[in-house]
């Protein structure tokens, strides 16, 4: 947006970063309607008057918590200016001890804000669009233990952003609504913080959760509101911290383009950093491949096979139980993609000597493997000792395979060996499975410390991590569960986690195939562009005792 002309509307702009805002935009060649609680305002804009003019910029006392009082501020801008192009929504305390006023000003003065600058800027009902920018706060990524009502309000301002900011709203109103979030910046929010915590008792903690601030200039903050004003999408949520140029915080289950935008900084990233993957060039990590597949009869490992012989593969082995439709599903890609190109082994991998003896069938048959993927699992809590041994049992021991017959340290010429985990195997997130749950989390922590074997090996490790698909693995689990296992502990877990298709994860595995660096861990779920998933050193999880 070229700022020279417009109108901006800045809520608690009397002084603080709001004042400096209002300045800055001012600078940019902007008319300010300054909006305060205070009247302090009144001073600022005859101070600001001599220097800009008396037509570029009023003052209109308003409490964000007042409906009524912030609309007529709405009303009183556009009566002396015309219009309105740009909101601020900035107002906002920092005092849990007075928490209830601290939500009305914090997130329901940022809900009250969107909402009339909607309904005085939107096309659909009369406006000319424009843009609204939220304040948030550090706190808002990582939250801080010390203030935590305050980082609940600049968490949810971060959330009403993104909700708002959505394509959706914007084809309906017009209005692009973005969110900067500063870190600790020199304003009088944090003068005298001892009263303005919940307890006295979070002082230390307080300490703790600061001593690694640097207090950045308030004029620095006002570059970073122009910078993204100039160059952020609808939706954007935008760091700024440490007196270092803004940066993009970038959510997983958004289809942001990355090819202009950079990653949050590191000391701001959450637990697990979710990262949206960067644009990589592709690179011939398919084409006239040999491929291993197990569990691969039906399902995600059947999806597996199809898909990577279209993309180029030179052949695919499906390994899987003597009882399934193996030959059959084998018969069907020779079909399609030529004779040769997919054979049927017979394998239980949960037995040493047949695992083996397949793998080296497959050998044989192809002259060697360049792709090996452990995707035999089950999930059945009811036979738990099963589980274990085919979940992390058997993808152990399919890992070593891989290793002995693609390793260079072996005489072969490397390759790739992916393991198939869960978005279980990252947390707790499907509690009604304890023993499948814990036998991803294995899965997860045997691949990481592979990686390392890379230089001698000369196999890259990969991890893929599918949420709920629609597959025969998730049916009837109240069946596959402990009997202490409540009915609506399943309900409810299986509600949190919508189902996505096979194709989905498929997709998501050739890119990762074809894009994953070594110990890559990578998320597929909800229909979403796949993500990649950073675990953090042990000592980043630490909390106080």
């Known amino acids: 947006m070229d700022i020279k002309g417009r109108v901006a509307l800045v809520t608690g702009a009397a002084s603080g970063i709001g004042k400096t805002f209002a ?50 501020s709405f009303q009183t801008t556009i009566a002396a200016f015309g219009q309105i192009d740009i909101v601020i929504n900035n107002a906002g305390i920092m005092n849990d ?34 843009i609204v920018v939220n304040i948030g706060s550090n706190v808002s990524i990582n939250p801080y233990v010390s203030v935590p009502i305050y980082s609940a309000t600049k968490a949810a301002i971060v959330s009403l952003t993104r909700a708002f900011g959505d394509q959706y709203h914007v084809d309906l109103t017009s209005v692009k609504v973005m969110a900067l979030c500063p870190s600790a910046t020199d304003s009088n ?27 950045q200039k308030v004029e620095h903050v006002a570059k970073a509101l122009i ?38 900084y590191p000391s701001s990233r959450a637990a697990l950093n979710l990262i949206y993957l960067q644009s990589i060039q592709k690179m011939d990590n398919i084409k006239n491949k040999s491929v291993l597949i197990t569990g691969a009869a039906t399902g995600l490992g059947y999806k597996y096979a199809e898909d990577l012989l279209r993309k180029g593969a030179k052949s695919v082995a499906i390994l899987d139980l003597a009882s399934s439709n ?17 054979i049927f082994v017979p394998c239980d991998v949960s037995k040493a000597a047949e695992f083996e003896e397949a793998v080296k069938k497959v050998i044989d048959a192809f002259n060697g493997i360049d ?14 000792e099963k589980t274990i041994d085919i979940n992390v ?33 990252l947390g707790n997130a499907f509690t009604p499975t304890p023993v499948y749950t814990s036998s991803k989390h294995a899965v997860i922590g045997f691949s990481r410390t592979l990686k390392d074997s890379e230089r001698k090996t000369g196999v890259r490790v990969l991890v893929m991590c599918p949420g709920a698909t629609t597959t025969t693995l998730v049916t009837e689990i109240d069946k596959k569960s ?57 000592s980043k999880l630490a909390v106080p005792i």
């Open 393 to 425: 049992t058997g993808l152990i021991r399919g890992s070593l395979l891989a290793l002995d017959h693609m390793g260079k340290h072996k005489g072969g010429k490397g390759g790739t060996l992916v393991n198939i985990a869960s978005i279980v195997g």
């Open 189 to 215: 929010l944090l003068a005298d913080v001892g009263k303005q915590l919940l307890s006295p008792r979070y002082q230390d903690a307080w300490a703790r959760d600061t001593a690694s601030s640097v207090p």
């Open 482 to 538: 402990f009997d202490f296992i409540d009915k609506e502990c399943i309900e409810e877990c299986a509600k949190k986690h919508p189902k996505q298709s096979l194709e989905n994860v498929s997709r998501a595995m050739i890119d990762l195939i074809q894009k994953g660096k070594n110990g890559a861990i990578w998320v597929s779920e909800g229909e979403q562009p796949p993500y990649h998933v950073e675990i953090p050193h042990y």
């Open 23 to 72: 300045i800055e935009l001012l600078n940019q060649g902007a008319k300010v309607s300054i909006c305060d609680i205070s009247i302090e305002g009144e001073k600022l804009v005859e101070d600001l008057v001599t220097k800009y003019g008396k037509d570029r910029v009023i003052f209109s006392q308003c409490d964000v918590t007042d409906y009524p009082q912030f609309e007529a």
């Open 371 to 384: 792709i090996f993927i452990n995707n035999a699992g089950i999930l059945d809590d009811t036979r738990w």
């Open 227 to 264: 910078h993204i004003l100039n160059t952020g999408k609808s939706g954007s949520v935008w760091m700024v911290e440490n007196g270092e140029p803004p940066r993009e915080v970038i959510f997983p289950n958004r289809a942001y383009s990355l090819k202009n935008s950079l990653r949050a």
């Open 326 to 342: 193996g030959a059959e599903s084998a018969a069907t890609l020779e079909k399609e993609f030529g004779k040769g190109r997919a």
């Open 97 to 130: 001890r007075f928490w209830e006023l601290e939500v009305d000003i914090n997130l329901n003065g940022v809900i009250r804000g969107t909402l009339l600058a909607q309904r005085f800027m939107g096309t659909d009902k009369g406006g000319q669009g424009g």
